[in-house]
């Protein structure tokens, strides 16, 4: 079985690890072995940057960002930068895993247009609008006081912006009302790279029935987080509780707006799932649940790999 993960924060572990771990192999929850050994045909690696510990935030994203493509260059022959569906597909035949970039905290750009159009000329194919503060884009989903605030109108020519460049809209962390902005906004479909079920765990990170349902409509994807605090009560990250929001997503959105976004190295370490080379103990897990062979794929790689083509080309 292939996969593509919507989103990882490995980077940010190289960065502050100075030198001291790489991609090759590192006792975190992706490397290139890991992927290897998981069927990995793509990986989204976001730059998340700490808005409040950085007075220029868009340096700070180009030096996590010089990271990431160091770490191409040493593993050429495994890996490969990928920008639209077609690269990908020039890497897997070249037998590489696709490496996508992407920013998790649009206060990265601080308000500019410039460094929004320069991070897609680096290679930035994916942004997630916020993190847990507010931004020039809009508010968080992190405190329920923030859910009936949307974009600004900085944040509203973003959206528009990024469809013309051809970026992912990532709303997971924006605010409940930013989110409906989005779908009211946006003319491309959009994604939730790394958020689960509200009905399921009532967490303000994760989403609701008629936003699931839109997301669906519009033809974007939801990349099941494994975060245990997004996953429901116990504080490890469990696969049965995983096997819950798969269920009830595919019951309320269908089955082609479910994908992966495990969220590793961004997350609490104590994890039924230690590391992405483990990942078929959760497709056993949905197999067993009753999932199809065909909507095993859907949920792997095949619905954002169809996304990816519908935004990126």
């Known amino acids: 079985m292939r996969i593509i993960d919507l989103h990882c924060d490995t980077i940010l572990k190289l960065w502050e690890e100075n030198g001291a771990a790489d991609l090759q192999r590192n006792l975190f929850s992706v490397d290139v072995e890991k992927l290897v050994n998981a069927g990995s045909l793509a990986q989204f690696f976001a730059i998340f940057v700490e808005r409040q510990d950085h007075t220029k935030p868009y340096s700070a994203f180009e030096a996590m960002a010089a990271v990431f493509f160091n770490e191409l260059a040493k593993n050429s022959d495994r890996l490969a930068l990928a920008r639209s569906a077609d690269e990908l597909e020039i890497n897997q035949g070249a037998g590489k895993i696709s490496c996508f970039l992407t920013i998790e905290e649009g206060g990265v750009l601080e308000g500019s247009m410039d460094n929004l159009r320069a991070a897609y000329q680096l290679g930035v194919r994916l942004i997630t609008l916020t993190w847990n503060y507010p931004n020039e884009i809009g508010f ?100 049965e509780d995983m096997v819950r929001h798969v269920l009830h997503i595919m019951k309320v959105g269908g089955r082609d707006v479910l994908a992966l976004g495990t969220d590793f190295d961004g997350i609490n370490p104590q994890l039924e799932i230690e590391h992405i080379g483990q990942i078929g103990s959760l497709i056993r897990a949905l197999e067993q649940a009753g999932l199809t062979e065909t909507e095993l794929e859907k949920f792997c790689w095949q619905n954002s790999l169809r996304l990816i083509r519908d935004v990126m080309g």
């Not at 006081?145 to 600004?152: C, I, V």
């Not at 109108?153 to 997971?172: A, H, K, T, Y």
């Open 140 to 239: 968080p989903n992190s405190e329920w006081r923030y859910q009936h605030d949307g974009l600004t109108p900085f944040g509203q020519d973003v959206i528009c912006e990024m469809n013309r460049l051809g970026m992912l809209i990532d709303v997971s962390h924006l605010s409940d009302q930013g989110f409906f902005d989005v779908a009211r906004l946006s003319k491309q479909p959009f994604v939730a790279s790394h958020s689960n079920a509200r009905a399921i765990t009532g967490h303000s990170r994760n989403l609701t029935d008629d936003m699931i349902k839109m997301i669906a409509d519009q033809g974007g994807v939801i990349g099941l987080n494994f975060c245990s605090e997004f996953l429901g009560a116990s504080e490890i990250s469990r696969v």
